[in-house]
């Protein structure tokens, strides 16, 4: 500020907090600044540019009468002042109105990309809508930065060759099942490779072997079904598929944790998700030694307490077994019917067995 | 802020309207006063006074301690807004209006009104309105409603220590201004 900008605010302070009285301002200034006492003037004169009181009494009235009408109306439309609303200005309709057509945009959006979605989930080798499917499994993986998520994303794309390979089974395209059975075999592996490296780091590795538990009960539920459709080819080639993959998980000593929901089996088939079958499988921390078999009589309800054959015969040579729950084709042992008689096994109580 | 005017809000906040009542009875005379000069027409501050009043019942409970926790500077925000709106929406009668200072002058002032008040508010409304709205609002704020420089800064949305150096060039403006108007009633 200038020194008259300076001046001139000082005495507007000292006339507000009441040091000096106007007059005593305009006479000072008139000593120092003669050219700013017309504006000094004029600014203590401003405060007295009031309405006479007879239009302020009749203000005070009227604006009072239109306040009352408003309050009034906005009352009654609103049940007791709790949501007043005002007309909305033009300006703020148009806005509500572009918002609106956002909103409507946006949702066709989203609709038509949940339908595109659920077309592309289904679709086949074979569909034009294929290739997105393939391509979007494929964002999905390069945009997977934690393994956890990496995890997910190999285990989904393992399911979906999976299915695909039953669909083109079901319609008899036998080498584009078994290709798709290939791939599907491929993504475990790799969603093997992913649980054995973060183990062998000693990270956290839940979220990826809940993402493999995922991945090999499906194949495993899938060689069910296939087997009870008498699809041998598919039968075969799970078979195999899974079997492999228990080696691979038994000899990296991959700990997995027991199956949560109820496998159906039946002697000579693969071990399901979870049943290490490999002597030098890590067991378990709830696991019972394999070399010391113990009965399960949560498991056998004709049991009646005798252990894990419905002959009483409890741990007399299926010892590869009866530990850890599974039931496993190469478990015959002398005398038993190792699960000839138990063709549900409860996966709760694999790796429990008391 | 007045511990009776806190007490005041605090009840309007939870909708009751006698303690709003009591607050317009407080405050009314000098939200019109602003609102008068401005407009210049007294049907319009009438109206413009109500809306003010009734933009305060309505969002009272945005009421913030950034207004220095005065009641009276918040409501001079909205008298403000509502002011610049008002002129917004009005822009054609306006710029008709500002055609001609004494044709304002013939349609603003009403038979009742009398000399002391026509000179004063008629004159002082016509020369605002040869001031920048900025200045505008300094003259109104800090000269005619005697707010502090820091309170007009809170209103303005400005720092304090430019209020005090924008207040004595817009004295200065609104003097040429008023010299300006009393050429044109001397002429007439």
């Known amino acids: 500020m200038t020194d008259i900008e300076q001046l001139f605010d000082n005495l507007l302070d000292d006339v507000a907090s009441g040091k ?3 007059e005593e301002c305009v006479a000072l200034c008139q000593e120092t600044y003669p050219e700013l006492v017309s504006s000094l003037k004029l600014a203590l004169a401003l405060r007295t540019a009031i309405p006479n009181e007879q239009e302020i009494e009749a203000a005070r009235v009227n604006a009072r009468r239109k306040l009352d009408a408003l309050l009034d109306q906005d009352e009654e439309a609103s049940a007791g002042l709790q949501g007043i609303r005002v007309r909305p200005s033009p300006r703020r309709k148009t806005r509500w109105l572009v918002a609106a057509l956002c909103a409507a945009v946006l949702a066709l959006v989203m609709f038509g990309g949940w339908q595109l979605s659920t077309a592309t989930a289904s679709a086949l080798p074979e569909s034009p809508l294929y290739t997105i499917k393939r391509g979007d499994e494929n964002i999905q993986l390069q945009l997977a930065w934690s393994s956890a998520t990496r995890g997910d994303v190999l285990s989904m794309i393992a399911l979906h060759r999976l299915d695909e390979a039953r669909a083109e089974a079901a319609r008899n395209n036998t080498s584009q099942a078994l290709s798709l059975m290939g791939e599907c075999d491929a ?3 790799q969603l093997i490779g992913l649980v054995i490296t973060t183990q062998s780091q000693r990270q956290n590795d839940a979220a990826l072997t809940r993402a493999l538990m995922r991945t ?21 080639a799970l078979t195999s598929t899974m079997t492999n993959q228990q080696s691979t998980l038994n000899a990296s000593h991959i700990q ?7 496998v159906p089996v039946t002697p000579t088939q693969v071990a399901p998700p979870g049943a290490a079958t490999h002597p030098a499988a890590t067991p378990h921390p709830t696991q019972q030694p394999h070399a010391t078999p113990t009965p399960r ?5 004709n049991s009646k307490g005798n252990g894990g054959n419905s002959n009483g015969n409890s741990g007399s040579g299926n010892s590869s077994n009866s530990g850890n729950g599974a039931v496993n084709s190469s478990s015959s042992g002398s005398g038993n019917a190792s699960g000839s008689s138990n063709n549900h096994v409860n996966s709760n109580d694999m790796g429990h067995g008391k | 802020m007045d511990e009776s005017d806190a007490f005041l809000v605090a009840r309007a906040i939870r909708r009751d309207r006698e303690a709003f009542s009591q607050l317009y009875d407080r405050y009314v005379d000098r939200i019109y006063r602003f609102i008068r000069i401005r407009v210049g027409n007294k049907e319009d501050a009438d109206d413009l006074t109500s809306v003010v009043f009734f933009n305060a019942w309505r969002t009272i409970d945005h009421f913030s301690p950034k207004h220095d926790g005065s009641f009276l500077a918040w409501l001079f925000t909205l008298a403000r807004h509502v002011v610049v709106d008002r002129y917004r929406r009005d822009r054609e009668v306006m710029s008709l209006d500002a055609m001609g200072i004494h044709r304002a002058d013939e349609a603003m002032v ?7 008040s026509r000179l004063t508010i008629m004159a002082l409304h016509q020369a605002l309105r040869l001031l920048t709205s900025e200045q505008r609002d300094v003259v109104l704020l800090r000269f005619i409603e005697g707010l502090s420089a820091r309170q007009v800064g809170i209103i303005l949305g400005k720092q304090e220590g430019t209020v005090r150096g924008m207040q004595f060039r817009a004295i200065e403006a609104i ?8 050429e044109g009633d001397t002429l007439d």
């Open chain 1, 20 to 22: 000096r009285s106007p």
């Open chain 1, 187 to 189: 993504a475990t592996r």
């Open chain 1, 216 to 236: 090999m009960q499906a194949e495993y539920d899938a060689l069910q079904q296939e087997r009870s459709n008498g699809a041998s080819m598919m039968v075969q």
């Open chain 1, 297 to 301: 009589p949560t498991t056998q309800p």
């Open chain 2, 175 to 182: 003097r040429r201004a008023l010299h300006l108007v009393r």
């Open chain 1, 256 to 262: 997995m944790p027991p199956m949560a929901t109820p």
């Open chain 2, 110 to 116: 009403s038979p009742e009104d009398d000399l002391d």
